[in-house]
Antibody, heavy 126, light 107 residues
Framework: QVQLQESGPGLVKPSGTLSLTCGVS?????????WTWVRQPPGKGLEWIGE???????NYNPSLKSRVTTSVDKSKNQFSLKLTSVTAADTAVYYC???????????????????WGQGILVTVSS | DIQMTQSPSSLSASVGDRVTITCRAS??????LNWYQQKPGKAPKLLIY???SLQSGVPSRFSGSGSGTDFTLTISSLQPEDFATYYC?????????FGQGTKVEIK
């Protein structure tokens, strides 16, 4: 059974850096998947943040691209998110998810988020 | 960015009703379209991928259709556990955008 678990601080100061890690069990971080971050501000909809392939290839939301970095740690079977210069607008539940590929012919498009972590609320406040 | 627009934003329905939610993309996305269900305080759950393929373990009362720009999620007979918010999401291009959600409430 594939499981994902987010971890990290629940409170970050304005202008600081949000750092989260997603531990993966039941699957290898080196498998052909897109390891993904999605966030949801309180009471609002879902926003895709970015994704990383096991090879290290990344894609980010242009609205966040200048502030986002993702990385993979194969030795720990986990992946991470860093978001710099945070403001109150970055307060949200942050989810990690596995981007499974349903058609290997088009691996960059045929992606669905088939497993999710439980989510972690990160509040930006002084 | 590709904009995903769902309608309606909310609906009230009774157990046993047939429910249809539509999702329109601002440009053609072929069948690179997924549907998710989210209950309060929980992570989203994948229901449908590739516009019409049922995710393993999802009840057959859920179905998806469409291609290009117009897509539909149908629940053939609404059950008590189906009251939730539903999101469509395109994987055709970056950023991988979601619709704004459709909240299905008890009538």
């Amino acid at each position: 059974q594939v499981q994902l678990q987010e971890s990290g601080p629940g409170l970050v100061k304005p202008s600081g850096t949000l750092s989260l890690t997603c531990g993966v069990s039941g699957d290898s971080i080196s498998s052909p998947r897109w390891w993904t971050w999605v966030r949801q501000p309180p009471g609002k909809g879902l926003e895709w943040i970015g994704e990383i392939y096991h090879s290290g290839s990344t894609n980010y939301n242009p609205s966040l691209k200048s502030r986002v970095t993702t990385s993979v740690d194969k030795s720990k079977n986990q992946f991470s998110l860093k978001l710099t210069s945070v403001t109150a607008a970055d307060t949200a539940v942050y989810y990690c998810a596995r981007g499974g590929i349903w058609d290997i012919v088009v691996p960059r498009n045929s992606i669905s988020f088939d497993y999710w972590g439980q989510g972690i609320l990160v509040t930006v406040s002084s | 960015d590709i904009q995903m627009t769902q309608s309606p934003s909310s609906l009230s329905a009774s157990v046993g009703d047939r429910v249809t939610i539509t999702c329109r993309a601002s440009q053609t996305i072929s069948t690179f379209l997924n549907w998710y269900q989210q209950k309060p305080g929980k992570a989203p759950k994948l229901l449908i991928y590739a516009a019409s393929s049922l995710q393993s373990g999802v009840p057959s009362r859920f179905s998806g259709s469409g291609s290009g720009t117009d897509f539909t999620l149908t629940i053939s007979s609404l059950q008590p556990e189906d009251f939730a918010t539903y999101y469509c999401q395109q994987s055709f291009s970056i950023p991988r955008t979601f619709g704004q959600g459709t909240k299905v409430e008890i009538k």
